[in-house]
């Protein structure tokens, strides 16, 4: 996966420690870029969570608008509980997508639903956290990609310096 092929908008975000968990994803997941609109976090960004320093290597940036900030040749996917959405076990990824999250406390906006080119959810019993929406999502379109990278060297790139442990 290039991370060029991957661009996250999170609609108003709240809370700090979802928007690290959300740059550690995009870090684990090789997201290119994280939008953000309105200015919660930026008020509650003096809560700093990115334990990986992901911000080091994904450009997080506040913009006015969502739809405008969507990378070119990107196909717009919302996520969120929006009623006619596709669940998520059925969806087939683009290869080049611009994933917007709802908010913690709301929805999407009703003109960027309307944009999209596929609005999923993920088909849970009552809502799910924000990070966690993203890290599903971000998985899910991993698992499904036939040319993942895998194995033991992915584990040992991977894995803590502590961790030597091996399957016998």
């Known amino acids: 996966m290039n991370t060029l092929d991957v661009s996250i ?30 200015s919660r976090y930026d008020n509650a960004a003096k809560f700093h969570t990115d334990t990986k320093n992901a911000s080091l290597d994904i450009p997080l940036q506040q913009t006015p608008c969502l739809l405008q900030a969507k990378p070119a040749g990107a ?15 059925e969806f087939e990824h683009p290869q080049q997508a611009y994933y917007v999250f709802g908010p913690e406390d709301g929805t999407i906006d009703q003109a960027i639903i309307d944009a999209a080119d ?12 924000l990070a966690a929406s993203v890290n599903v999502i971000l998985y899910d379109r991993l698992a499904k ?24």
């Open 145 to 168: 990609n036939a040319s993942r990278n895998q194995g033991d060297e992915l584990i040992r790139r991977s894995r803590d310096v502590n961790n030597k442990v091996k399957v016998r």
């Open 9 to 38: 908008g999170l609609t108003n975000p709240k809370s700090p420690a979802n928007v690290g968990a959300i740059l550690r994803a995009a870090g684990c997941y090789q997201a290119g870029q994280i939008f953000y609109s309105g």
């Open 75 to 89: 196909k717009l996917v919302c996520v969120d509980l929006v009623e006619g959405a596709q669940p998520l076990p």
């Open 118 to 129: 596929a609005v999923v959810y993920v088909p849970t019993k009552g809502c799910m956290n």
